[in-house]
């Protein structure tokens, strides 16, 4: 690495990137106030980029975020050159947008600090904004715990993933743009999307841990904990639970990764509180799921109330009735004397 390569630490505003459809602006907005209000001493220009147009949900959006030291630019993407991308229930053609940004954003801009919207910030940015990334075009977290698709060598080699790299989750990302636009990633990320086709389990996200293989530079799992974590056990995910047993006690970015959300009816993930605290300090304080008449908004209310307590009753649940199968299956070993018999 050469001095030319060291692209300055920032200054000033930080710029915080997100990239939805105004469908997911509620959940935009709650991540966006998290970001505000865990940095208290720091300016935040907020840009988000979006391929739709929805007057209600801009304003509610800049509502929510209408204090003087916070900024919101929303830049619209013709979505043709989206339309030969892969999109389903899960990946919407807004998740392609974060791969455009270095070139919709002003060039004047140095970095920007990428999170999706299913997250919320639990501790001041600024150290992470202010990170040396060594040289590299961009900080990422681990992806974990590792799926055994993400491992395999093979599927490794398909792709062209170094099997020594550790693959990364793309919902937290640090981008050097400067060094970004001057290696030409945007294009080179699309065509390899182009090429790989189908290959991609995991879209965009597989095709940045390939083409940046050696441009990532691997931030602490705090900086982007995503809530399966917290299901790493000693036994059964050894690795990953000592490399993210410090970030769970103390993590700085909840992403509720996974099909599971906090505003789902019924979901059952970790911290869901989280969410719904950061989600009453904007215009959709108190917005509801869709459900089924008042008995299932009822309980989608107590719910809330219970995670703000810190209390999940899904998960109360689910230990309970795993507690009542174990009490069940032992009831029927000593009935039919199926259990292990004692030694003579």
């Excluded at 509620?26 to 147009?53: E, I, K, N």
């Excluded at 390939?210 to 691997?218: M, N």
Aim: net charge positive.
């Amino acid at each position: 690495m050469n001095a030319t390569d060291r692209t300055p630490l920032p200054s000033g505003p930080m710029t915080v990137l997100f990239c939805a459809n105004p469908g997911y602006f509620q959940h935009l907005a709650a991540a966006a106030r998290s970001v505000a209000d865990t940095s208290p001493g720091s300016a935040v220009d907020f840009h988000v980029l979006t391929c739709d147009s929805d007057a209600e949900a801009e304003r509610k959006l800049r509502d929510s975020l209408s204090d003087d030291r916070l900024s919101l630019t929303i830049h619209r993407v013709g979505d043709a050159r989206l339309n030969d991308f892969f999109v389903d229930k899960f990946m919407s053609k807004e998740c392609y947008l974060r791969i455009f940004a270095p070139e919709v954003l002003s060039s004047d801009l140095d970095r920007v600090l990428y999170l999706d919207c299913d997250l919320v910030v639990l501790d001041d940015l600024r150290p992470l904004w202010e990170s040396a990334l060594g040289g590299k075009a961009v900080g990422a977290a681990p992806d974990y715990p590792r799926l055994p698709s993400v491992i395999s060598p093979t599927r490794r080699r398909q792709l062209g993933i170094p099997l020594d790299q550790v693959y990364v989750n793309s919902g937290v990302l640090l981008i050097d743009l400067v060094r970004w636009r001057k290696l030409g990633l945007t294009r080179r990320i699309l065509d390899y999307v182009e090429t790989m086709g189908p290959a991609l389990e995991f879209y965009d996200q597989d095709a940045i841990n390939a083409v940046l293989s050696d441009e990532l530079f691997l931030l602490d799992c705090r900086w982007n904990l995503q809530a399966r974590m917290y299901a790493c056990g000693r036994q059964a995910f050894p690795l990953e639970f000592e490399a993210t047993r410090e970030a769970r006690r103390r993590p700085a970015i909840l992403h509720y990764t996974g099909s599971e959300k906090p505003w789902l009816f019924r979901s059952r993930i970790p911290r869901k509180g989280d969410y719904f605290a950061a989600l009453s300090r904007t215009q959709w304080a108190g917005a509801l799921p869709r459900v089924q008449g008042s008995a299932q908004r009822l309980e989608f209310r107590f719910g809330r109330m219970l995670a703000l307590m810190g209390f999940d009753y899904m998960q109360a649940a689910h230990y309970l009735r795993r507690l009542g199968g174990l009490v069940t299956r032992r009831t029927a070993r000593r009935v039919t004397g199926s259990g292990p018999r004692p030694a003579p």
